[in-house]
């Protein structure tokens, strides 16, 4: 029993330690959080109520955090510029018209900046921003709209030309439209593939961006950058949202192996890991 205890006792301390060692490693890192819906009416995950994105804004406003833009980023992983104390970026994927009608009302309220990444073909569709609003939306100083590709396909799948427009074609309609530079691209579903990366890189974009529950450390060099999800539509959203900002660190290897274990058919194990 002695025997039992002292190895009980051990692994709890190394399971510290280990824990520990995530929080250091990531101390300063910056939590890149990635929306995509703000609405009342659609109750799926990707959804978040506009009450619970007021009350995650408000928390990250009245806790000191300072929100920053993926350029401010890129600054100081690049040339050493220092950021400020507790730094967050906001990031919204699709497009979707009720950013403009539910988030951007919440972002002016509390004077905090987004970057919102648009599948340039789907301006103008039903339920998604006109050009007419993303111009006002960038010209508010709040949000910096950037790309999400020109029509949302897999980049795994394509090649040459037409992996070539997907990225350089919302890149050009952007640049047209908004009259601004297009500096960042949002990877459909977080996939990519070197070539995508490598186009990426050669049409001047500054980063790429997935979800992949992680942080980004000021010093890193890598070109895609990791968002945590933020979702919606389940029981004590702000307290999830407290628990993926926080436990970052933890959860995203957890989220990993749990990928892992699902993808090997271990379905049932992976269902024992917590991810908030």
């Known amino acids: 029993m002695k025997k039992f205890l002292a190895v009980l006792v051990l692994l709890v301390i190394a399971a510290a330690g280990f824990v520990v060692w995530l929080f250091w490693r990531m101390a300063d890192a910056v939590p890149i959080l990635n929306y995509h819906r703000v609405d009342n009416h659609d109750d799926n995950p990707s959804t978040l109520k506009v009450a619970d994105f007021e009350a995650q804004i408000k928390f990250l406003v009245d806790s000191g955090y300072s929100v920053i833009t993926p350029d401010e980023l890129v600054d100081a992983r690049q040339g050493g510029k220092s950021l400020p104390k507790n730094p967050v970026i906001i ?28 599948v340039t073909d789907h301006i103008g569709m039903s339920e998604f921003l006109t050009w007419t609003q993303a111009r006002e939306l960038q010209a508010s100083g709040l949000v910096d709209i950037e790309s999400h590709t020109m029509s949302y396909k897999d980049l795994t799948r394509l090649k040459g030309d037409k ?114």
């Open 91 to 118: 990031c919204f994927d699709d497009g979707h018209e009720d950013f403009y009608k539910n988030a951007f009302p919440i972002l002016q309220k509390y004077n905090v900046r987004a970057t919102l990444f648009v």
């Open 163 to 276: 992996l070539w427009d997907q990225i350089y074609g919302a890149k050009q309609a952007i640049e047209w439209a908004l009259k601004k530079p297009s500096k960042f691209i949002s990877f459909p579903e977080g996939k990519y593939t070197v070539a995508a990366e490598e186009t990426a890189k050669e049409l001047n974009y500054r980063a790429g961006f997935i979800e992949d529950y992680g942080l980004t450390a000021s010093k890193d060099d890598g070109f895609v950058l990791t968002r945590i999800p933020v979702q919606g539509s389940n029981s004590q959203t702000l307290l999830r949202f407290k628990l993926r900002l926080k436990g970052a660190p933890i959860f995203s290897p957890l989220n990993r192996l749990k990928k892992s274990l699902a993808s090997d058919g271990n379905e049932s194990i992976a269902d024992l890991i917590f991810i908030p």
